[in-house]
């Protein structure tokens, strides 16, 4: 999720009628500093949260509550959480008033604003009125320069919300937007849950994205069109693979290494800034059937439309905001079929420090399997020219000499991109594989990187992606046997269920990394 940019709350939630120990939380030790403020903040580093959510669904004891103390314990914990986590925040959700009550005031009033005042946003209970409540906060936000701080609630399984949730979601959206609010989104879940799983990814990307302007479920426009379009990747870094965190088989390097379905939220990566319209002749599609990394690949496909007859078609793929380098890479992997038609080309376009744009296109040559392609994007200008250039948005586009016949025509399919403006980073080794056996009965495998082969400070001196956790690394292929892959790993330890049928406590394994870039090291079997 980080990689897409979306932030990752930890949740701390009292429920109703559960208030065991509720009243410690506001306990000091003998420095007279919250002794739980320093728990929470080092569970969120922890563990990677960029915050907390706080939801009191249930008022302290009336004999401890004093409004000072919860105001100091929420303004104590957004600064130690912000010092360890950097940015993180603190969002203080709509049930608990300044009485010591659980109201839901469904916004912004005197009740919960002296909470909001310490707390980095507001969450709101979902069942706002467009015409009182939300007009109220809009208002009072306003007055306090905080407005895009107040999270208008949605509760997409309805239950009161504002245009019904479900297919209506946008309907919230479309009054929020106006107020100058955010938004959000309970329990998006609903498009699996509701429907028992059935046809979950046509009903997913409907509900998030577009589901045709003559679909007679969705009764107002889809989530993404009141939602910004963000730049994908860092500066001078952007890596995908398409990955959804999930898919039906796991490929690696083009090769299938795994027939079986999997799940892993830790494997999404970064989708397409912008979505096809319903008029756009060149549009993108995620297809699992075949991938470069992972469980999906990017296919570019041709819409022909009667009466239309333009011979150059664009695909708008990555909004970015990069720093261009003469040395900027960009390698990515492909498949172009020799019966296409046309000329094919991967376009980018630069943006100089005083807005005008200028755009360049990277021709491909057929390729019928999987090949990789590199090149640096080196447009041939003096540094004076290039002062202050960005690279801005990164697509598709198709040139053909007559429209395809086919109602949809498949063009070009995509497995990764990468953009890198650092020098390749040296990687290290995998270390020997230590194995035990947990009282569960599983078995957990744990390794190291070895940087043997680094100079003092190499390693802690070079530019680049790195992880806390994995290092150089994004991920690890863990290994059995004559090469059953177990799994994937985003740690530097594994748990598997033991299968002594098949090897039992004298198999081997084997951990390969995979880097930011894509770039495989090997590890030896153990």
Not at 296 to 321: E, F
Request: proline letters at 3%; charged letters at 20%.
């Amino acid at each position: 999720m980080h990689k897409n940019g979306v932030r990752i709350l930890g949740t701390f939630i009292v429920e109703p009628g559960n208030t065991t120990g509720f009243s410690d939380l506001l306990e000091r030790d003998a420095k007279g500093k919250f002794i739980f403020v320093e728990q929470l903040a080092g569970l969120a580093e922890y563990y990677g949260f960029d915050g907390w959510l706080l939801n009191f669904e249930e008022h302290f004891p009336d004999t401890t509550f004093n409004l000072g103390t919860t105001l100091n314990f929420i303004e104590e914990l957004r600064k130690a959480s912000d010092k360890r986590v950097k940015g993180s925040e603190i969002v203080w959700y709509d049930s608990l008033t300044i009485y010591n009550r659980v109201v839901y005031v469904n916004g912004l009033s005197p009740l919960n604003a002296p909470f909001f005042d310490v707390s980095s946003a507001l969450f709101t209970n979902y069942r706002w009125n467009p015409l009182t409540q939300l007009l109220a906060t809009a208002a009072i936000s306003k007055s306090m320069h905080r407005n895009y701080d107040v999270y208008m609630g949605i509760d997409v399984f309805g239950r009161g919300t504002f245009g019904g949730g479900g297919w209506g979601t946008g309907t919230a959206l479309s009054v929020i937007r106006p107020a100058g609010l955010s938004a959000a989104i309970f329990a998006p879940g609903w498009v699996f849950e509701n429907f028992d799983g059935l046809n979950f990814e046509e009903r997913n990307r409907k509900f998030w994205i577009n589901g045709g302007a003559a679909d007679a479920e969705l009764i107002c426009r889809p989530v993404a069109e009141f939602a910004p379009v963000w730049e994908a990747g860092t500066e001078d870094f952007l890596y995908t693979d398409f990955n959804r965190g999930y898919g039906k088989k796991w490929f690696q390097s083009g090769r299938e290494i795994s027939a079986r379905p999997w799940v892993h939220v830790g494997a999404q990566s970064v989708l397409p800034s912008f979505y096809p319209g319903d008029t756009d002749r060149l549009v993108w599609k995620l297809d699992s059937q075949i991938a470069y990394n992972g469980g999906h690949s990017l296919q570019i496909v041709h819409k022909t439309a009667a009466g239309v007859d333009a011979k150059t078609s664009s695909c708008k793929l990555y909004q970015l905001n990069m720093k261009y380098k003469k040395d900027l890479r960009f390698s990515f992997s492909y498949i172009l079929d020799a019966t296409q038609k046309g000329r094919v080309a991967v376009y980018f376009i630069l943006k100089r420090f005083n807005g005008v744009t200028e755009r360049h296109e990277v021709g491909l040559p057929v390729q019928d399997g999987w090949g990789i392609k590199t090149v640096t994007l080196d447009v041939g200008k003096t540094d004076e020219e290039i002062f202050g250039t960005k690279v801005v948005e990164l697509g598709i586009v198709h040139i053909h000499a007559e429209a395809p016949a086919e109602a949809e025509t498949a063009v070009l399919r995509l497995g990764h991109i990468c953009l890198s403006g650092h020098p390749e980073q040296k990687l290290p080794g995998i270390s020997k594989i230590s194995s035990s056996i947990l009282a569960s009965g599983k078995r957990q495998l744990n390794w190291e990187l070895n940087y043997s082969g680094f100079s003092t400070g190499e390693a802690s001196s070079q530019l680049g992606v790195k992880s806390r956790v994995t290092g150089e690394f994004a991920y690890f292929l863990v290994y059995k046997g004559l090469g059953e892959l177990l799994g994937v790993s985003y740690s530097l330890g594994f748990i598997s269920n033991v299968d002594t049928g098949t090897g039992g406590d004298g198999a081997i394994y084997r951990v390969d990394g995979v880097a930011f870039d894509g770039r495989i090291v090997k590890g030896a079997w153990f």
